[in-house]
């Protein structure tokens, strides 16, 4: 894998199921209970090179990790955003792969392939 900072990084991956991940803020278990605290995040995505960003799933948990399984979407090229949801209900702004903090700063994107 090339990290870069002149353009998109494409990530292939092949078969059945991708898992994505995330940097999140580590979190005090005993302060799970808090408003404040994140319950779960949802993940977005969109055809690579559209706008339109759309909800493919939710965590179960405040773990941040989501597989996602063939036939959820079909074979293609896709970019990823996810958001943080707490308890008390708010939500964060999508964080995708092309903000400024993400890294590769060039941003990536998923080329699945069957």
Known sequence: MIFT????????RTG????????????????????SAISRYEIHYRVFGTREWRRLGTTAGPDPVYTVRWPALFYGEYEFAVRSVRNDGL???????TDYDAWPT???YLNWKP
């Open 16 to 35: 059945t199921s991708v898992t994505l991940s995330w940097d999140a803020a580590s979190e005090d278990s005993s302060l799970s209970e808090l408003s």
């Open 106 to 108: 060039g941003g990536w």
């Open 91 to 97: 939500v964060s702004e999508l964080h995708t792969s």
């Open 5 to 12: 900072d002149t353009g998109p990084l494409e990530v292939v």
